[in-house]
Structures are given as C-alpha cells and as structure tokens.
C-alpha cells in the first residue's frame, strides 16, 4: 500500500478479494463496484449471489482516515446503516460488519500505524478475517411474515430511494428531471421536488408491493415486476414502466432492486391471512398503504386522513343509505335510483363507492333490471 494512492486505487484489489474469497468458501457471488459517488451517497460496493439476489454492501473510506469508527456516525453512514441490514465499513485495513444498523463484527487486518509511517503494514487476524466475510457472505433477506414486519422493511428503503431521487433532481439527470417536470406542469403545478421525489419512491415500493401479490409464488424482481401490473390498472401500468423502466438511472437500480428483494422474501400467505383477519378483506392491495404510510410518515398519513374503514362498517353504512333512500326520500330503487348521486370527497381506496356499486347492481338484479346496470355503471 502507498501512502499516495487514493480510495479507489484499492477498490479492484477488494473486489478480486472478495470474488476469490466467494469462490473459495462456495459462496460464488458477484461484485460490482458502484456507478458513481453522489452527495446523498450510494455503497462502493455491491454484492449479489449468482441467482441476482442482495448480499450485502460495502462502503470503503481512505486508508488515511484518522478514525474508521467515526465515520460510521456521520449522517452518510447513518442514512446506510438504517435502510441497509448487511453492511461492512472498511478503510481496507479495518473492517466493520454491521446487521441492522448494529455491529456484530470487527476485525483489524493490519494496523494502519505502518501506512502512516511509510511502512509496509504487517498481515494479522486472518482468520478472524475471514469468519466475518462468512458471516457477510452468509446474509439473506429476512423473511417478513406480518404486514407491519414488511412495511417496515420497505419504508426503511423507500426514504433512502426518495433521497437519491431527490439528488438525481438536483443534477438534473434528463430521465427524472423530464418526467417532474411534466408532472409539475400537466398535473400538479405546486409540485415541490421534495414532494415529488417522495410521490416517484412511494409509487415504485408501492407499485412493486402490487407486483408482487400478483406475482404469488413466482419469480419476481425488479426486472419482472412490470409483467404483474395487472392491465386493469393502464395507469399504474404505464407509470411503473416509465418509472422503473429502460429510463431508470443506474444510480437507482441497486436500490430498487433491494426493495424487490425484500418483497420477493415476504411470506405471502401469512400477510394475506392477516389482512382477511383483522380487515376482513383478501386484498392487501387496497388495505396495506395505511400500514406503510403510518411507518414511512405518520404525519402524512395523519395530515391525509388514511385510515382504513372495516368492510363489515362500510357495508353497515351504504345499506343504510340504501334503506334511508327507499323509506323516506321515496327513491324506490335506493341507490340504483337514477336520480341519486353518490359524494365521496375523500374515497381513499374506494370502499364505500365500490360497495354502494355492488348493492346496486344487486337490487336492479332482484327487479330484473340488471341489463341496465352497464350505463349505470358508467
């Protein structure tokens, strides 16, 4: 080592360490060295196994640095190790593990003393050494079996994602520069970059999380996600290819990738029977945003008023303004009656329309008008 290289002179003799190591240990992963530094700050390094599944990061400092340690506390490192649960800081003499935030491992492959004395740094703790890249190396997602588990997990990953997009704005990088600036000018015009980089991560993580309940037990990632929006849905469709799509800056992707990998990890089943549970629905589509919103921003959903309204509720209410409509307002189809127009000024995921549309259709049914009931519904 020279006391006049520079952080990235080290970076391809780390990677060829880590690729024999991973080899060695019949760990075979991939290393990729990260696109570019950015303020907001993307890992140096990226690990995936064979099959492009998350393994880790890593963050390399200078070999220099006064105190590797440190760094682990300044606002970069803090932002890495809140949204990133596999990470090793390193300063390529020292190395630091962290899991979920918390250290679990550490090891110093030699004093960088010598470095700064001109001095060829001694080899020690080889062993130790290597029982923490087994320990990295050994890192899978976590299977999240609960609604608030996995809502956990993606908003961690959601707010670094808006960060990023934020800076990406900032440079004013074309693909997500072009597509706020249309949105600010055809759609929102107090459309803040703040807020649109927030909107840009919630419809990604969100259009992912729909993905991936349409995916069930299937193959997903990033790469796939698209093909499971169901075409019902032409917005969110098109949206979610214009988003996560060829335009994708590369400075985004390992990030996206992440949030998939956390969602294709998730027990469906389990999450699907607690929503029918406790929300009497088999949808956790239309339900599952409150409990992610109340993790990624407990204001916003406040300030919003998302708050989830029991079926058995809404059922209650819409038949008895059905009822009320027939027995005192004289409207004899109830809500199917023509002349009735249905307000909800804030429909959230739609419930009380859809519900008030099923019973509708039912009492035009039972009077043997159901042929009738395309126009109504449109």
Same mark, same amino acid.
């Given at each position: 080592?020279?006391?006049?290289?520079?952080?990235?002179?080290?970076?391809?003799?780390?990677?060829?360490?880590?690729?024999?190591?991973?080899?060695? =240990?019949?760990?075979?992963?991939?290393? *990729?060295? #990260?696109?570019? !530094?950015? $303020?907001?700050?993307? %890992?140096?390094?990226? +690990?995936?196994?064979?099959?492009?599944?998350?393994?880790?990061?890593?963050?390399?400092?200078?070999?220099?640095?006064? =105190?590797?340690?440190?760094?682990?506390? *300044?606002? #970069?490192?803090? !932002?890495? $190790?809140?949204?990133? %649960?596999?990470?090793? +800081?390193?300063?390529?003499?020292?190395?630091?593990?962290?899991?979920?935030?918390?250290?679990?491992?550490?090891?110093?492959?030699?004093?960088?003393?010598?470095?700064?004395?001109?001095?060829?740094?001694?080899?020690?703790?080889?062993?130790?050494?290597?029982?923490?890249?087994?320990?990295?190396?050994?890192?899978?997602?976590?299977?999240?079996?609960?609604?608030?588990?996995?809502?956990?997990?993606?908003?961690?990953?959601?707010?670094?994602?808006?960060?990023?997009?934020?800076?990406?704005?900032?440079?004013?990088?074309?693909?997500?520069?072009?597509?706020?600036?249309?949105?600010?000018?055809?759609?929102?015009?107090?459309?803040?970059?703040?807020?649109?980089?927030?909107?840009?991560?919630?419809?990604?993580?969100?259009?992912?999380?729909?993905?991936?309940?349409?995916?069930?037990?299937?193959?997903?990632?990033?790469?796939?996600?698209?093909?499971?929006?169901?075409?019902?849905?032409?917005?969110?469709?098109?949206?979610?290819?214009?988003?996560?799509?060829?335009n994708l800056p590369e400075s985004l992707e390992w990030i996206v990738d992440?949030?998939?990998?956390?969602?294709?990890?998730?027990?469906?089943?389990?999450?699907?029977?607690?929503?029918?549970?406790?929300?009497?629905?088999?949808?956790?589509?239309?339900?599952?945003?409150?409990?992610?919103?109340?993790?990624?921003?407990?204001?916003?959903?406040?300030?919003?008023?998302?708050?989830?309204?029991?079926?058995?509720?809404?059922?209650?209410?819409?038949?008895?303004?059905?009822?009320?409509?027939?027995?005192?307002?004289?409207?004899?189809?109830?809500?199917?009656?023509?002349?009735?127009?249905?307000?909800?000024?804030?429909?959230?995921?739609?419930?009380?329309?859809?519900?008030?549309?099923?019973?509708?259709?039912?009492?035009?049914?039972?009077?043997?008008?159901?042929?009738?009931?395309?126009?109504?519904?449109?």
């Open positions: 080592m020279s006391r006049d290289a520079t952080e990235p002179s080290y970076y391809p003799l780390l990677k060829e360490l880590l690729e024999n190591f991973s080899k060695e =240990s019949g760990k075979v992963a991939g290393v *990729t060295v #990260q696109p570019k !530094k950015t $303020k907001a700050g993307i %890992p140096d390094f990226l +690990l995936k196994t064979k099959a492009g599944k998350i393994i880790g990061y890593i963050e390399a400092k200078d070999p220099m640095i006064d =105190s590797l340690i440190n760094e682990a506390q *300044t606002d #970069q490192l803090q !932002k890495y $190790k809140e949204s990133l %649960p596999n990470l090793i +800081l390193t300063n390529f003499l020292e190395f630091y593990l962290f899991r979920e935030g918390k250290i679990i491992n550490e090891v110093r492959l030699a004093n960088p003393v010598f470095l700064k004395l001109g001095k060829e740094p001694v080899t020690e703790n080889i062993d130790k050494f290597s029982e923490l890249l087994d320990q990295f190396f050994s890192f899978s997602t976590p299977r999240t079996y609960t609604a608030k588990a996995l809502a956990t997990e993606l908003a961690k990953r959601t707010r670094f994602l808006s960060s990023l997009i934020l800076e990406e704005l900032g440079e004013d990088t074309e693909a997500i520069s072009g597509i706020y600036k249309a949105f600010k000018e055809e759609l929102i015009e107090s459309l803040t970059e703040e807020s649109f980089a927030d909107m840009y991560a919630q419809t990604i993580s969100y259009g992912l999380f729909s993905a991936r309940i349409q995916a069930k037990e299937n193959e997903f990632s990033r790469s796939t996600a698209y093909q499971y929006i169901p075409s019902t849905i032409p917005l969110l469709r098109h949206l979610f290819y214009l988003l996560t799509g060829p992440d949030i998939a990998g956390v969602l294709a990890s998730a027990d469906l089943s389990s999450i699907i029977k607690e929503f029918h549970t406790k929300v009497w629905t088999d949808d956790p589509v239309l339900h599952f945003y409150e409990t992610f919103l109340a993790v990624y921003n407990p204001s916003e959903r406040k300030r919003c008023g998302v708050y989830y309204t029991p079926e058995p509720v809404v059922s209650y209410i819409i038949r008895s303004i059905h009822h009320i409509l027939k027995d005192k307002f004289g409207k004899a189809d109830g809500l199917a009656d023509k002349s009735v127009t249905l307000l909800d000024p804030a429909a959230g995921t739609l419930s009380f329309p859809s519900m008030a549309i099923r019973l509708a259709k039912k009492e035009l049914e039972s009077k043997g008008k159901g042929g009738i009931f395309p126009e109504y519904a449109h």
